[in-house]
């Protein structure tokens, strides 16, 4: 295995003058969750009038289906208020869904035909027209059922005061955007590298229904076993999400984007976005006047690349995500490797965030060059073999071409990261980060404690198939939620912000001056730099697996209860 710093080599490299600018960084979450009924079966209704509008409102939309809610926190730098804002999203969410429930897990179940997952609707203005026909190209390419599996992301970005002080201690005369770019393309190499722990220690999808399998139709469905007549499963699984049946895309093995730089990565992601492929061309544009999808290239939009961290960059009105980090570089990091915990009514737990969080901060001070192909291929074979059987005692990892155990491997990093959290506990007594590192020790050295174990044995012990046991947790936690009190002043403000979306929505639909074909050609003239996009052909390369995480990021920098609203991505 390649050298690593060990704990005490590494006190040295986080500066005293560094440490207090580490601690105020900004935190946000995303979580999706489906609307079922009481059967476990996604619910057919239109998004709830009562949650405002989809398009336009800043906290509460959808992703792929009309059915896949998307609850979108503030950025905030305190990791409590964060989940505060997170369970006070899902009581209002859930007091106004009628008698339907939020499934509290990652795969889907009951029928997942394509006929009973809609997909997602956006009112009649051009942006939502656009949206839904992305999604309409998403259902022809992948198939329905893969796009409902739901997902957490964490957001993270580190307090602006830091990157003038970090850049002077690292000598570093160059622009401020550039050097603060370039770290944060290490940070997520470096996630990218480390990313099967978090997949080990948060995964929560060990088992699928078979009418998962069924609408799947993967031939890696072959792989799994039965765990009864409804159900099958891996026994070391922790991430199905993560796995072959879950996000894993075969078109996108056929090209490599670079995360090296900043440059390399649009470079590569806008030829993708360019390059007609062959299958999709099959589809075709248009049936009649009606559109099947926004465009016959490897990727319609730069969101349909799904990789396990992404760079972002809150974009402006009719601004592409590409164009936006061209322009201002990185804002945050968005980490989309995150199962719905199926044993936290929120679906991510307090000492999560935290972890991730130390992670991210230890993965910015780690070295990292950039990665070759050899390296790329090797960190997306890490993380499928930790998401197909991951708590396998035998399992060993490559790093650098060298084989060593997963245990030896985790343990190793969380004991490197003990002073990011000690930093990040801030002097605090009750040491809330250690003790969240801590906690995942615990689950290294004790396979059973994780998610994914205790899953496959509560269904064991009780005879529950999967789809009992989330449809249990669904119903307690749509109860729990439905029994809490809000604050009257946020419900005021949540009832302020529907209203204020389906007016704008309405404004949207009523102000569009131009033809949608005109819209399209308008959007996708506008690509970023040709010096960037045409540099050189993008690789094609065969058999080279990426993880898939799916569509829809959302930056979160809408406020809670007082705060002012900034808006939202509406193309994601």
């Known amino acids: 295995m390649s050298k690593q710093l060990s704990c005490s080599e590494r006190t040295t490299t986080i500066d005293e003058s560094l440490r207090p600018l580490l601690i105020h960084g900004l935190k946000g979450i995303e979580k999706e969750s489906l609307r079922i009924n009481r059967e476990g079966s996604i619910s057919l209704s239109p998004h709830p009038v009562r949650l405002g509008a989809a398009l336009t409102h800043p906290s509460i939309t959808t992703d792929y289906s009309e059915a896949l809610l998307e609850l979108i926190t503030p950025a905030l730098s305190d990791e409590t208020e964060v989940l505060d804002s ?17 499934l509290a897990a990652s795969m889907p179940v009951g029928d997942l035909r394509d006929p009973a997952i809609p997909i997602a609707e956006y009112g009649s203005s051009n942006v939502g027209r656009m949206k839904h026909i992305y999604r309409q190209g998403l259902s022809y390419r992948y198939g329905r059922c893969m796009q409902v599996i739901a997902g957490i992301h964490f957001n993270y970005s580190l307090p602006e005061a830091f990157w003038p002080q970090y850049q002077h201690f690292m000598k570093n005369v160059g622009d401020l955007q550039s050097f603060t770019t370039q770290a944060y393309m290490r940070m997520i190499r470096n996630l990218q590298r480390y990313g099967w722990l978090i997949l080990y220690l948060f995964g929560s999808s ?12 993967s031939v890696y469905s072959r792989t799994l076993q039965e765990f009864d007549e409804t159900s099958c499963y891996k026994p070391f699984a922790t991430s199905l999400r993560m796995s072959e049946i879950g996000y894993l895309n075969p078109v996108q093995s056929m090209f490599h984007i670079s995360f090296n730089s900043l440059e390399e990565y649009i470079r590569d992601l806008s030829k993708a976005t360019m390059i007609p492929y062959l299958g999709y061309e099959k589809i075709g544009i248009k049936a009649g006047n009606g559109y099947r999808q926004l465009n016959t290239n490897f990727l319609q939009i730069e969101n349909e690349y799904y990789t396990s961290v992404r760079p972002k960059q809150p974009t402006r009105s009719g601004e592409r995500p590409l ?28 000492e999560t965030t935290r972890f991730l969080e130390a992670l991210s901060l230890f993965c910015l001070f780690q070295p990292n060059s950039g990665h070759d192909l050899k390296q790329h291929t090797e960190i997306s074979n890490n993380a499928l073999l930790v998401a197909n059987r991951g708590r396998d005692p035998r399992l060993k990892l490559l790093d650098n071409r060298r084989e060593v155990p997963l245990r030896q491997w985790a343990l190793m990093l969380c004991e490197q990261m003990q002073e990011i959290c000690e930093i990040l506990d801030n002097g605090n007594t009750d040491i809330p980060y250690t003790c969240a590192l801590h906690q995942q020790i615990e689950k290294i050295r004790s396979p059973e404690l994780t998610a994914s174990a205790r899953m496959l044995t509560v269904m064991h012990a009780q005879k529950m198939s999967i789809t009992e046991l989330v449809l249990q947790k669904s119903q307690d936690y749509t109860r729990y939620f439905r029994n809490a009190a809000l604050d009257a002043a946020i419900k005021r403000n949540f009832d302020l912000q529907v209203e204020a979306s389906l007016a704008q929505q309405k404004q949207l639909e009523a102000t569009d001056e131009i033809s949608f074909d005109q819209y399209l050609s308008n959007y996708f003239s506008q690509g970023v730099s040709s010096s960037i996009v045409h540099s050189r052909e993008l690789h094609l390369l065969q058999n080279l697996p990426d993880t898939r995480v799916k569509t829809a990021a959302r930056r979160i920098s809408q406020t809670h209860a007082n705060s002012a609203s900034t808006g939202n991505e509406w193309l994601c």
């Open 206 to 217: 060990p088992a699928v229904s078979k009418n998962f399998l069924d609408s799947r139709n």
């Open 86 to 102: 997170l369970t006070d999203l899902h009581k209002y969410v859930c007091a106004n869904i009628n008698d339907e429930l939020l």
């Open 323 to 350: 164009q936006a980090l061209g322009s201002r570089g990185i804002q945050y990091v968005e980490i989309r490797s995150v199962d719905v915990d199926v044993f936290e009514p929120a679906g991510i737990a307090l």
